[in-house]
């Protein structure tokens, strides 16, 4: 099933076209990886598909609703995991919680707790810890858990193994897998780690000079 259709897309920024894509259909129920040099588009891209910026012309659908329209619930399935990631200035649990909270899910019990898991934090250790208290790489993980907790439909991942060490970068590839196949999550990623992005991604899209070079399978 198609997730997201783009068509005769253009984005300018200052009189200056970012990107440019005629036509690109994402899948659900799958993992695409983005690639490509810095500046190439990919950050606006996934902008786009996060429902943060409309293009200049061209059409962005959504599971076949024009995003320029989509409605609060609609935005709601989709969450996006930025390079450098937002924390509350609150507790790791409240972190991960605060999304739930939001969308007025009850019976949350033990959810961040299982969410930290699934990243690879001890919940004994960190549930309780201050927003200040975290690495880099710690921020990171807990930022993926608080979007991981909410089962989103589609989670939208920018360089999310920048700042990890490979212990770390496979348990974030564990958890994007599994999101994917337990909880049938769809997962956009961008990432300069090629050799990561083609060991989680179904399909991986290359990106020069605003444009689609390349789609490769597998």
Not at 37 to 54: I, Q, V, Y
Not at 56 to 68: E, R
């Amino acid at each position: 099933m198609s997730l997201y259709q783009l068509s005769n897309i253009a984005q300018i920024y200052s009189g200056r076209t970012v990107l440019t894509i005629e036509s690109l259909t994402l899948e659900a129920g799958t993992i695409t990886g983005i690639v490509g040099p810095n500046g190439s588009g990919k950050s606006t891209l996934m902008r786009m598909l996060a429902f943060l910026e409309l293009p200049h012309t061209g059409n962005v659908l959504y599971k076949g609703v024009d995003t320029s329209i989509a409605d609060t619930k609609l935005r709601r399935e989709v969450t996006l995991l930025t390079q450098q990631p937002y924390l509350l200035k609150r507790s790791v649990q409240e972190n991960i919680e605060y999304g739930l909270h939001v969308r007025g899910i009850s019976n949350i019990s033990g959810r961040a707790a299982s969410a930290l898991e699934e990243v690879g934090l001890s919940p004994a250790i960190f549930l309780t810890r201050n927003w200040f208290e975290l690495s880099g790489g710690e921020a990171q993980r807990v930022a993926l858990a608080a979007r991981l907790v909410i089962r989103p439909s589609v989670l939208l991942m920018d360089e999310p193994t920048s700042s990890l060490d490979e212990e770390s970068a496979e348990r974030i590839r564990n958890a994007a897998v599994r999101a994917k196949n337990e909880h049938k999550t769809s997962l956009i990623i961008v990432s300069h780690d090629r050799e990561w992005l083609r060991s989680v991604s179904d399909r991986t899209v290359l990106i020069r000079n605003g444009k689609i070079d390349a789609v490769h399978s597998g």
